[in-house]
């Protein structure tokens, strides 16, 4: 019996540098059917060409500008094939069998809606960069576990969300849901991710799926610390506006109001203390 079929979308953008390490891990997976589509987003250091001349055998497409996370993985979210899809950010690099374990959670039980593995730091691999996202009922979220010992995440848990630097979503649940909500195209915070993988994975358990985290899949991440740049604080505080309002009745919304105004106050003061450019984009 055939091993079911997975697309990996792997969003590229000046990957030059780090696609020969995630490609050549992903090559050498102990899985039997998968399938690598590449959707550059207008690169211009020459990884197409690159991936084109290279990897001549991996789907490539060309986006003819940066669409960022959210639109670039939309697009190959729609061209995905086979029973299972990860996203998967294009700086890292993953162990052997770090697909089938993903896989082996998912075929073992149907409630599982959606799976994230360990990913490490790939300079300090003892390390956690992120064991799926926590989540606050303001909105919030963040990277769990991040900086911890990994022999301390090495237990499967139920997650309130997956982690957007990679994951694994059956397909026909990403059909049902629409994959990412094009409600977050409309906000005006450039190519940057926002709340679209917190959104998604509320999406699903509203749904009744359950969110798995799966230690024995483990992958390492070149993470670097993102600067909180307007544009990338545009994208946080509206993201979470966003998020609140599309999943909250207005009872909850209601109930929590007082505490999202203190929250609100204290982004406010966040933006004041950095100047015009922050406060412009709150």
Not at 84 to 91: E, H, L, R, S, T
Not at 248 to 253: A, G, K, M, R, Y
Request: one cysteine or more; charged letters at 20%.
């Amino acid at each position: 019996m055939q091993d079911p079929l997975v697309t990996i979308i792997l969003l590229t953008w000046n990957s030059r540098k780090d696609i020969d390490e995630c490609l050549i891990s992903m090559l050498k997976q102990d899985y039997s059917n998968y399938h690598i589509l590449i959707v550059d987003s207008c690169s211009t250091d020459g990884t197409p060409e690159y991936i084109r001349v290279k990897y001549p055998e991996l789907e490539l497409v060309e986006m003819p500008q940066n669409i960022g996370y959210r639109k670039g993985n939309s697009y190959g979210m729609q061209l995905a094939k086979g029973q299972y899809v990860i996203v998967c950010n294009d700086d890292v690099k993953v162990e052997n069998n770090w697909m089938s374990e993903m896989v082996k959670t998912m075929e073992k039980d149907n409630s599982i809606g959606l799976v994230t593995p360990m990913i490490l730091m790939e300079n300090k691999p003892w390390l956690i960069n992120t064991a799926g996202n926590t989540l606050h009922f303001s909105g919030m979220y963040g990277p769990r576990a991040k900086g911890e010992n990994r022999q301390k995440q090495e237990t499967r848990q139920t997650l309130a969300s997956v982690s957007g630097c990679c994951f694994m979503i059956r397909k026909d649940i990403l059909i049902q849901l629409g994959g990412f909500s094009a409600d977050f195209d409309n906000l005006d915070v450039g190519w940057h991710a926002s709340f679209e993988d917190v959104d998604l994975c509320w999406r699903a358990q509203m749904l009744g799926y359950r969110i798995e985290y799966v230690p024995s899949a483990i992958m390492y991440h070149n993470y670097k610390q993102p600067k909180m740049f307007p544009s990338r604080f545009a994208s946080y505080e509206w993201g979470r506006y966003l998020i609140v309002i599309r999943n909250f009745s207005l009872t909850t919304l209601l109930l929590l109001l007082p505490f999202l105004v203190v929250l609100d106050l204290m982004a406010w003061m966040y933006a004041f203390s950095k100047g015009g450019a922050h406060i412009a984009s709150k």
